[in-house]
């Protein structure tokens, strides 16, 4: 047996264009699976800032998504999508709600307030005022999920005190640090009643 005739005489040269040939030979398709049905869409019926709406919505859709690009109503921040910095909340029969993770499915026969529902005829809300007057935001990012949160804060009867207000508004984070000014709002707010 002479050496070409050794397999493992070869040479790289052929082996390279033995390799580059089985390469280009056609592959055996994979298997393909069936493609997933697409999302069942349901109708959903709610109120969001007071005006009722019929919509159909995939249920996977969040109510933060479904506001911002559906309904226009971009003052619900989209800061971490994971409900920790609060930049979303909003109120749902009056509850606060991290709307990222809240399905809009979810708030079928429900009320939906966001920041844009709480003025008036073009009035500010007391606690927007508020806030205002005690410079209580800075870059302003988290400044309508902090006035959301601080309405039902208030609603829940949990302003008595720096402390409690603190404690009570801890999941609205403000990356400015202007706690200090949040918490005054607050406490001015509560101290005439509570917001109109």
């Given at each position: 047996?002479?050496?070409?005739?050794?397999?493992?005489?070869?040479?790289?040269?052929?082996?390279?264009?033995?390799?580059?040939?089985?390469?280009?030979?056609?592959?055996?398709?994979?298997?393909?699976?069936p493609a997933p049905p697409p999302p069942r869409r349901?109708?959903?019926?709610?109120?969001v800032n007071g005006r009722a709406m019929v919509v159909?919505?995939?249920?996977?859709?969040?109510?933060?998504d479904f506001l911002r690009d559906r309904a226009g109503?971009?003052?619900?921040?989209?800061?971490?999508?994971?409900?920790?910095?609060?930049?979303?909340?909003?109120?749902?029969?009056?509850?606060?709600?991290?709307?990222?993770?809240?399905?809009?499915?979810?708030?079928?026969?429900?009320?939906?307030?966001?920041?844009?529902?709480?003025?008036?005829?073009?009035?500010?809300?007391?606690?927007?005022?508020?806030?205002?007057?005690?410079?209580?935001?800075?870059?302003?990012?988290?400044?309508?999920?902090?006035?959301?949160?601080?309405?039902?804060?208030?609603?829940?009867?949990?302003?008595?005190?720096?402390?409690?207000?603190?404690?009570?508004?801890?999941?609205?984070?403000?990356?400015?640090?202007?706690?200090?000014?949040?918490?005054?709002?607050?406490?001015?707010?509560?101290?005439?009643?509570?917001?109109?």
């Amino acid at each position: 047996m002479s050496k070409k005739d050794d397999a493992s005489s070869i040479s790289r040269r052929g082996f390279l264009v033995l390799s580059g040939a089985a390469a280009a030979l056609p592959a055996s398709a994979p298997a393909r699976t069936p493609a997933p049905p697409p999302p069942r869409r349901r109708a959903t019926r709610f109120a969001v800032n007071g005006r009722a709406m019929v919509v159909d919505l995939e249920p996977r859709v969040t109510l933060l998504d479904f506001l911002r690009d559906r309904a226009g109503l971009t003052g619900a921040k989209k800061g971490c999508n994971e409900g920790a910095c609060g930049t979303c909340t909003v109120l749902v029969d009056g509850q606060r709600m991290n709307s990222c993770l809240t399905l809009a499915v979810q708030c079928d026969k429900r009320e939906v307030t966001t920041i844009e529902g709480l003025a008036e005829d073009g009035r500010l809300d007391d606690l927007q005022q508020a806030f205002i007057e005690h410079d209580a935001f800075q870059c302003g990012y988290c400044t309508p999920g902090q006035i959301v949160s601080a309405r039902a804060c208030i609603a829940e009867g949990h302003a008595g005190s720096e402390a409690e207000v603190r404690e009570w508004m801890s999941g609205n984070i403000c990356r400015c640090a202007a706690y200090p000014q949040i918490t005054a709002a607050v406490l001015d707010v509560a101290a005439k009643g509570g917001p109109r």
